[in-house]
């Protein structure tokens, strides 16, 4: 009977142990959560807001990718 005693002892103490842990353990994690939160802030990219008038530049193609002659190879092959 004793041991079973000391054996229910253990594991209320170590419950114990574990209920005072949990509030530093979720403490941490919440500013971990916090730091991270912080981080993505700072290295967010937001639009430029409404009030901050765009300066207007002439749109100019300077090169393309789009190959716009027409391909006989594919020509021919409609036609026969």
Known sequence: MAALRASEKVANDAKAA???AAPSIIASIEDRMAAADEDDEQNATHPVPAC???????????HTFANLERDDDIEEAHEG
């Not at 901050?52 to 300077?62: C, D, K, M, Q």
Request: charged share 35%; hydrophobic share 45%.
């Open 18 to 20: 574990a209920d005072l």
């Open 52 to 62: 901050i008038p765009r300066v207007l530049r002439p749109i100019r193609r300077t």
